[in-house]
Structure formats: C-alpha cells, structure tokens
Nanobody
Framework: QVQLVESGGGLVQPGGSLRLSCAAS????????MGWSRQAPGKQRELVAT??????YYAPSVKGRFTISRDNAKNTVYLQMNSLKSEGTAVYYC?????????????WGQGTQVTVSS
C-alpha cells in the first residue's frame, strides 16, 4: 500500500522559513511526478509546486520564494519555503503520480499544518 507521509509543518513568523518533507513508501514503481498542494481555511485546494525529471513548476504566488526538490534514493520530496507570508497559512499536502502530469493526483498524504503568524 502506497503511503505519503509529510513532516516539517509548524508555526513560523512572517518572513521566516520552513522545510517540508514527504516520504513515499510501498510503491513498486517510481513516481514520475511529485508535488505539493495546500488548502487554506475556507479556500479551494491550490497546487503549489511539482517536480519531474523534466523540470519544475511553481504557482505564481510562491515562485521565487519556494523551492521543490527530490531525493530519488530516499523516495522523498521536499518543499523549502522562504519569506513566508500570512497567506501561506494552510494545510500542505504531498501528492504523487506515476505519469508525467501537470497535476499529480494518484496518491495524497494526510497533510501537515503550516501557520504563518506573529
């Protein structure tokens, strides 16, 4: 059974940084696309970033501040978040897909809370 387990969320002040991790296990194949999405209170889920062997994608709202990376040997994807803003408060979800896709959707983690507040 495939599992995606996120970690690294927490409380951070505006302008601060956090690094999220997502460890994948139980898959018999590699995920061609992995990514992060977030859902803020009262808002729809938003795709934040994706990574494949062909490149990366960032939502305009985070481009230049967030960096997605991947360690294939560890089956882990990371999201380095810098210069966090209050609107970054959300539950962040890791997602993965066996296909190359703009919106990975095969598997989802349980989410990790990020709160940006002074």
């Amino acid at each position: 059974q495939v599992q995606l387990v996120e970690s690294g969320g927490g409380l951070v002040q505006p302008g601060g940084s956090l690094r999220l991790s997502c460890a994948a296990s139980g898959s018999k194949f590699s995920f061609n696309t992995m990514g992060w999405s977030r859902q803020a209170p009262g808002k729809q889920r938003e795709l934040v970033a994706t990574i494949t062997s062909r490149g990366t994608y960032y939502a305009p709202s985070v481009k230049g501040r967030f960096t997605i990376s991947r360690d294939n040997a560890k089956n882990t994807v990371y999201l380095q978040m810098n210069s966090l803003k209050s609107e970054g408060t959300a539950v962040y979800y890791c997602n993965a897909d066996k296909f190359y896709t703009a919106r990975p959707n095969d598997y989802w983690g349980q989410g990790t809370q990020v709160t940006v507040s002074s």
